[in-house]
Each structure stands twice: as structure tokens, then as C-alpha cells.
């Protein structure tokens, strides 16, 4: 059977997906997107995800962290909810955070939980992520950088009986190492055939998979699209943890506005316009300061005009 060909984003296409921003309206109604995120010497990358969520619309942002990095986000992104979780002597999330977390979501309003940026891959916070999905299966879950290579740690039979235990979908969202490490494989594997590699991912964690690189690709198992946006000026720290926010304050959005839409449909309408955005800010940012000198920062300073110009 002849795999699906793979179309192109565009400006024309993705604009019809940014959610609407009634004027009349109030934060509850733009979503809550919960980030566990963040490590001693990494919240850096959970700032950027808090930060990039708020830009793009989010009506709350709450960060989940080891108490000794909690006070980073106050200072840092003061708009940003914060939660002191359990911590180990490394300063990383404790396994015993897994279960209060997931008592908090079940007694709150959160339409996306996102995990990974900074979070590290320390034993007892290895026990925290995938106790965690299991605890949480009401709620759609986008999973980047540590956050996948936690997955890759584990025997196939656990995440198995894992993605059995949720009713709702997982994004992830690999770079090409990250995705080889998933699978047992080689990044050059990856890089050669990426199209496949994609429909893979999101047909074995039951949601959708962005696998990132030059022509960021999207792909819920049957469709796959490409986006032409961002270059090589974005191909710095802290870039992907930028498109983790974006693309989970859009999700929370379209959850938040459209309770009734397909969750697995939302979520691939959210990482195509987030990834096409994230690479559009890049294009406006390299334009400006040069392709030497782009920062993840920066793709969140130019995000509002990546907007603007849909």
C-alpha cells in the first residue's frame, strides 16, 4: 500500500487553525496548559515553555518544578502559576511528585499537561513520567526532549501497558536523535527516512508525532505534512523547549473554546500551525539580527509578528 503523499504548510492553510479571540472574553476561556518541566541548572527550558505558551494566547500557564528552582519562575515569568514538587538531593522531580500531580489535574481545569523541557533524566524522576501518564489518562499530554528520552529508558512491554491505560492522546516531539533513541535505531536511519519515521511515532504512542529538523514534519499516522517555515538560524538551546509552549497554549485554546473536537484532530491542528509559526518567528528574527545570532529568546520576541502576518 502506497504511503499518503506528503502535503505542504501554508500561510493560506494554517491561518483558518489560530484559534479565535472573541473580544468579549476572559482568561478561563484560552485555556490552561500545566508544565512539568525544569531541573537544577535546566529551568532555563521550562521558562522558555511558560514564556512561548503565554505569547501565544494561553489564558494560564502553571509550571510544576522542583521546590528549589520554584522561585525561578516568579522572577522570571511572573504572568506563570508555579508548583514546588518533590525534589531529589540533584534538585530533579522526586518520583513521589507523580501522584500529587495527578490529584491536582484531576481536581483542576487543565487542558494540556506538557512534560519534558529541562526535566532531566535522573532515576527517580524516570519513575515520576511514566507513573504519571499512567495516573492521568484524562487529559492530552505533549512530550518533548527529556520527556522522550524517558520513554526510550523504559522496556517497550511498560510504555505498552502505559499508552493501554490512556484515553487520551500523546504529542511528541522528537528531534532525530530523540526519535532514534525511541526506537532503537540511528539518527542517520531517521534522517533517511523521516516521513516513515513520523507516521511510526504517532501510530505507536496512539496520537501525533513531530519530528523536528530542516522541514519540520507533522503527522498523526495518515496524514503527514512539511513545514517550509525556520532554518538553520533557529538551531540553538532552547528552540524546541519554545515550540513545546507554543504549540500547547494552542492546544489548550482549541480544547478550552471547542470542548466537543476530536482530541487527537485539535492536536495535530495545533502542531501544524505551531510548528509553522515557531518557524515563521525564526524567518522574522534572522531577517532582523542576522543568522548567526537568533536565540530562542528571540522566536519568542518576533511571535507576535508571526501572528500578525497570518
Same mark, same amino acid.
Given at each position: ?13 494554517? !491561518?483558518?487553525?489560530?484559534? &479565535? ?5 476572559? !482568561? ?18 521550562? *521558562? ?41 538531593? &540533584? ?35 524516570? !519513575? ?5 501518564? &499512567? ?5 492530552? #499530554? ?7 528520552? +524517558? ?26 536523535? &530523540?526519535?532514534?533513541?525511541? @526506537? ?12 516513515? @519515521? ?19 514534519? *507533522? ?6 505534512? !512539511? ?14 523547549? #519554545?515550540?513545546?509552549?507554543? #504549540? ?58 508571526? +501572528?500578525?502576518?497570518?
Amino acid at each position: 500500500m502506497q504511503a499518503p503523499k506528503t502535503l505542504s504548510l501554508t500561510s493560506k492553510l494554517v !491561518k483558518r487553525w489560530l484559534p &479565535e479571540r472573541p473580544v468579549r472574553a476572559h !482568561k478561563g476561556q484560552f485555556g490552561h496548559v500545566l508544565l512539568v518541566a525544569g531541573s537544577r541548572g535546566m529551568s532555563g527550558a521550562a *521558562v522558555l515553555a511558560a514564556e512561548a505558551a503565554t505569547r501565544i494566547g494561553a489564558g494560564y500557564v502553571t509550571v510544576a518544578a522542583p521546590r528549589s528552582q520554584q522561585s525561578i519562575f516568579t522572577c522570571r515569568w511572573p504572568e506563570a502559576l508555579t508548583w514546588a514538587l518533590p525534589e531529589t538531593r &540533584e534538585g530533579c522531580i522526586h518520583s513521589s511528585a507523580a501522584g500529587w500531580i495527578a490529584e491536582k489535574i484531576r481536581k483542576g481545569s487543565y487542558q494540556v499537561l506538557a512534560v519534558g523541557p529541562g526535566l532531566s533524566t535522573h532515576p527517580e524522576t524516570c !519513575k515520576a513520567l511514566l507513573r504519571l501518564l &499512567e495516573l492521568t489518562p484524562q487529559i492530552p #499530554v505533549i512530550l518533548d526532549a527529556d520527556g522522550i528520552n +524517558i520513554l526510550a529508558r523504559f522496556p517497550r512491554r511498560r510504555i505498552d501497558r502505559m499508552l493501554r491505560l490512556r484515553s487520551m492522546p500523546l504529542l511528541l516531539t522528537p528531534h532525530p536523535g &530523540e526519535m532514534a533513541r525511541l @526506537w532503537g535505531v540511528s539518527a542517520r536511519d531517521v534522517e533517511a527516512q523521516r516521513e516513515r @519515521w513520523v507516521r511510526e511515532g504517532a501510530l505507536k504512542f496512539g496520537g501525533v508525532c513531530v519530528l523536528k529538523g530542516r522541514g519540520t514534519l *507533522v503527522s498523526d499516522g495518515a496524514a503527514v505534512y !512539511k513545514n517550509p517555515t525556520g532554518s538553520s538560524a533557529m538551531a540553538k538551546a532552547g528552540s524546541g523547549d #519554545v515550540l513545546t509552549g507554543i #504549540v500547547s497554549g494552542l492546544a489548550a485554546q482549541s480544547f478550552v473554546r471547542d470542548p466537543g473536537k476530536r482530541v487527537a484532530e485539535a492536536l495535530f491542528l495545533a502542531a501544524c500551525l505551531g510548528v509553522y509559526l515557531h518557524g515563521r518567528s525564526g524567518d522574522l528574527a534572522r531577517r532582523r539580527l542576522s543568522p548567526w545570532s537568533v536565540s530562542a529568546q528571540d522566536l519568542i520576541r518576533y511571535l507576535p509578528q508571526a +501572528i500578525k502576518s497570518l
